[in-house]
């Protein structure tokens, strides 16, 4: 057998009634074969146009021949409008009871009779098959004009949920259309049809040609006016579906154009991020440094405090012994006697010597306070450097949450963009392919059932590390003390791993530096389970992040699978009749 050519070969060109027995050649030629059928069906139109009305004749002249003669016969049957089938068998029942004195004329009561048959034979006869054909018609475009897409979805988009949209309003409009035609006559001869069951136009052409009585009247012009808004639903239906693919294309450049946008954004973000871990570990690593020097000079401070009141004590007894001493001096300077002995003379000199060891030991009591108090004002000026910085910290950690929930909130929005293009790309590769409308013909599914094989596959343990690192901020060195080790790790070799992990992590999150801690635990610990996770978040009173885990990992319900029906045939007992010859 040869091969078959890249070249398709049609010996015949396709008609409506060949897409029921045979898949379209492609979309343009459906829209070919459905432009061609409304032109064969408007032509169709025309001609029962001029059957109803007559070659020359028009709804005007009709109407101004049919109306005086309608008014005559209702005048006569006293009644002031006509509404339904039943008045008409009640005037012939009333003209052939009274007889001779029957108000009616028996030509006007048969020419009125072939006129309400004229009108519902042309309608019921002249658009049925008409109607056929555009139910079928749009039951072609509902299975092969597809939108591959649901009325509600992302806002990005729009233009597959709109066209989605238009298309289920347009199909209800045009069966609707199609469905008032026949429904005039089934209330005209069933029920009750007024001029209140017309559209505005309808009732426009009833009240300028007087007809708002006689709505029977204006069925036929209203059921081609249904045709043709019909039509025009169709004609409508395939201008938006030719041009789909044009609008997601644009859509699509638009949405590539605004993920440079928000990646441009998001790198800016990150590099924000970045700074702002930098700033905030920077803070964090010296008020850590103060706050161990703190702790350091504690035990200095409180000696300092001593000695600074031992000092004072000191210093005030020796100002006090000064002035004293100086005050006995002046008082012995005042009362020096003519004739000084040698007694008062040791006084004098003791006292002058008392006097200069004072203000000799003053100087140097005022230098050590001196010296105590700058040493105290240094440590206040180290407390009060630790309150700023802690200060700074704060609103670098309040700064550094808003950026990071920016750049989440980019990140979220980069990943909905991704999706929507990826969205659109299958959206308009089955609205381009050959090979869908094959698969719509042969009623097989549009969408792979292994759609999601090729995806990587996270395990349980990973997803659970994803969720600890995103709840629990800088706890992740408090887990990684807490978790377990086989074979062992000692305290150093923990903390070296602490130190390697920040180290080079400087410039990332807090979420980066769990997420590295805890795959090393799970490189190196050879036993890693659920179960020793969340009893290390436990241990360091993060309960929280426990709940978080069972809340997303919860195991989904199973379905419940109804058992296979076996169904019984049960034969009917068949009659056998022996032929043997005897």
Known sequence: MAKRTALEFYRKRQTVESLATERPQSLK??????????????????????????????LDNQLKRWLPLVSTVLRQGKTMELVCKDQIEEFYIKHDNLLERSPFCQDNLDEFYD??????????????????????????????LRSF??????????????YEKQKTDLERAILLNIKNIFLMLQKFEEECLTINH?????????ERHGCIHTPILIVFPTACENIRNAFTGIRKWLTADASYVEYLEHDYIDLEQKRELQLREFKELQLKVSSFEYKFKALQKEINQISSELNRLKPKEQAIDKNEKQLSTVHKSVSVDLEIKLFRLTEMKQTTPRDRNRQFKEQLERLNTEIN???????????SITDIQSKKSWIAERKMDKVEKERLLEEVKVERRKVKKLTRKCEVEIQRINECLQRLKVVKAKKTSEEILRKIFHNLPTVSRNIQCNRGKIDKIDRA??????????????????????????????????????QNCVRHTAEDEAKLGLAKWRRLHTRVTMATLTDALTAIKRK???????????????????PKLYRTVHFPDIPVFDCRVF
């Open 29 to 58: 030629s459906v829209y070919d074969i459905i432009n061609s059928s409304i032109a064969g069906l408007e032509e169709r139109l025309d001609m029962l146009m001029t059957s109803y009305y007559g070659a020359d004749e028009t």
């Open 115 to 144: 006129v309400i048959n004229h009108i519902t034979d042309s309608v019921n006869d002249g658009f049925s098959p008409i109607a056929s054909s555009v139910e079928e018609l749009v039951g072609f475009m509902a299975k092969y």
């Open 149 to 162: 897409s649901t009325a509600d979805g992302d806002r990005y988009l729009e233009t597959c949920t709109n």
């Open 198 to 206: 017309f559209d505005y136009i309808s009732k426009e052409l009833a």
């Open 357 to 367: 060891l004072l203000k000799d030991q003053r100087p140097k009591l005022d230098r």
């Open 465 to 502: 590390f994803n969720i600890v690192a995103r709840y629990i901020d800088s706890d992740w060195t408090k887990l990684y003390w807490q978790l377990p080790f086989y074979p062992a790790r000692g305290e150093e070799t923990k903390r070296q791993d602490i130190e390697d992990i920040i």
């Open 544 to 562: 929280d992040i426990v709940d978080q885990i069972k809340k997303e990992l919860k195991p989904s319900p199973k379905r419940l699978v109804n």
